[in-house]
């Protein structure tokens, strides 16, 4: 009989303090980009994804164009993915969103992120997935 010990890993839960720092104003992205601006409800959206992320919860979020949703949900994917060692799959609903979040926003996370992610963007019908790079 196998334990189920084999198949439990040890989660590192997101610090939600920590990373909605990267949006705020004096943040990382401020840092990287000469024209970035605070958008409270990208700040809101990160916020409730890395607490829905945590409680391992289904989060469906809204909003409009120009409230930067990409980077409201890929800065909590990324820190998950470094916290467990393990991988996230985003689905897109057209490959023009998948072509963004790969050749803007995946750079922009891997910038941002303090401890380097070893990881790489795989593509496949719609879907995105960040995991760590097997050598």
Not at 71 to 96: C, E, Q
Request: net charge positive.
């Amino acid at each position: 009989m196998l334990s189920l010990k084999l198949f439990q890993r040890k989660i590192i839960p997101i610090n939600v303090s920590e990373i909605k720092t990267h949006l705020e104003p004096g943040g990382t992205l401020s840092k990287l980009f000469d024209k970035y601006e605070v958008r409270e409800s990208q700040v809101d959206m990160l916020c409730d994804v890395a607490e829905a992320i945590n409680n391992e919860k289904i989060i469906i979020a809204e909003a409009g164009t120009g409230v930067g949703k990409s980077l409201a949900y890929l800065i909590p994917a990324f820190k998950w993915v470094m916290n467990i060692n393990d991988r996230i799959v985003i689905s897109t609903g057209t490959i023009n969103l998948q072509h963004q979040l790969i050749e803007k926003r995946y750079s922009t996370c891997e910038k941002n992120a303090q401890d380097r992610q070893k990881g790489s963007p795989c593509k496949r019908a719609g879907q995105l997935c960040m995991h760590e790079k097997i050598s």
